[in-house]
């Protein structure tokens, strides 16, 4: 499913009109977005946890050349599945 799919999803459920499931939809996203650009957890209970986690910089290599490259630390968005999606999955 991507965002159209649970725009249309919202539209028959809720009965409402498509702009206002595209509306409520951008909310939520944006409302998330937010709190994860805060460092704020973002958790929805049964369903997953998203937060912002720490990677240390480290030193690399290039492929091609094999010389030794600096990779910087950086910080990335990280999804944890819920219990309940775990257990609706896993046949």
């Known amino acids: 499913?991507?965002?159209?799919?649970?725009?249309?999803?919202?539209?028959?459920?809720?009965?409402?009109?498509?702009?206002?499931?595209e509306q409520v939809v951008d909310i939520l996203f944006n409302a998330m977005s937010d709190a994860l650009a805060r460092d704020e957890r973002v958790e929805m209970r049964g369903f997953c946890s998203i937060f912002v986690k720490d990677y240390k910089g480290y030193v690399g290599r290039n492929p091609k050349t094999g010389a030794p490259v600096e990779i910087p630390s950086k910080k990335l968005p990280f999804f944890k599945c819920g219990k309940e999606l775990k257990e609706r999955t896993d046949y």
């Open 1 to 21: 499913m991507n965002k159209s799919g649970l725009i249309d999803a919202l539209q028959k459920e809720a009965g409402i009109s498509n702009a206002k499931a």
